[in-house]
């Protein structure tokens, strides 16, 4: 069950007052921070009061006026701000709903190592960066090791590596969920990184979570994780 040939055999202020309208500027100060931040509608209405109510005699400084209305317009911005923030997420999210109910019925390649046997076949793309060296172990849902083989595998990219169901002493294991796992070296006896591959039929979309999940062969996978669709 060589890779190639032999593999495929496998996040208050008070109002003012009219007695001072420079302490009633103090007060607003001191708390705009959170409660305009927190309350944009109350931040309108005391600035308003604080003008209708302010000393005809001692009227409100012209530089303190000037800073609230600054510090009004950059409130009112970052509102806007955060109201297109939430927008764009839920355009985002609309989108990558779209997304991905158009994969269902394909056929998808994601990266990963656990595939499903079914009718004594289960497959797999393994992309090997060099010639190596490497032992393929094969495990059912519970670790337990069904088959093991070592083979000379040659450099390349979505190698199909097939295993028709049997273990190391021909028993016939049922279809299910088994896992490939590959400790490959090259000639020098230096560990090569082997990347594995599974491909199925998307069968569903979970649109409840964010993102939304893919469901392959019994198995959930992130639109991100598509590598490409085949058929």
């Known amino acids: 069950m060589a890779i190639g040939d032999a593999i495929t055999a496998s996040p208050a202020v008070s ?6 309208s420079s302490s009633s500027s103090s007060s607003l100060s001191s708390t705009s921070g959170s409660t305009i931040a927190g309350n944009f509608q109350t931040f309108l209405t005391l600035l308003t009061t604080q003008l209708q109510n302010q000393n005809p005699l001692d009227p409100l400084d012209t530089n303190q006026f000037t800073q609230q209305l600054v510090q009004f317009a950059g409130v009112e911005q970052q509102l806007k701000t955060n109201d297109q923030l939430a ?10 709903a779209t997304q991905a109910l158009a994969f269902v019925g394909k056929t998808a390649v994601v990266n990963g190592s656990t595939a499903a046997l079914s009718s004594g076949t289960a497959n797999w793309d393994v992309s090997v960066p ?11 849902s519970v670790g337990q090791t069904v088959f093991s083989g070592t083979y000379t595998a040659s450099a390349g990219n979505n190698q199909p590596y097939t295993w028709n169901g049997q273990g190391n002493d021909g028993t016939q294991w049922p279809d299910g969920q088994y896992k490939l796992t590959i400790d490959a070296k ?20 979970d649109l409840t ?16 994780q598509i590598q490409r669709i085949v058929g």
Do not use: E, R
């Open 130 to 140: 060099k010639d190596c060296t490497m032992t393929a172990t094969i495990t059912n």
């Open 209 to 224: 979570q964010q993102p939304p999940l893919l469901s392959i062969d019994g198995q959930t996978y992130t639109v991100n």
């Open 186 to 205: 090259d000639s020098s006896g230096n560990p090569v990184a082997v990347s594995t591959q599974v491909q199925g039929t998307v069968s569903s979309v």
């Open 87 to 96: 927008s764009l997420l839920s355009l985002q999210q609309t989108t990558q």
């Open 15 to 20: 109002g003012t007052t009219t007695t001072s």
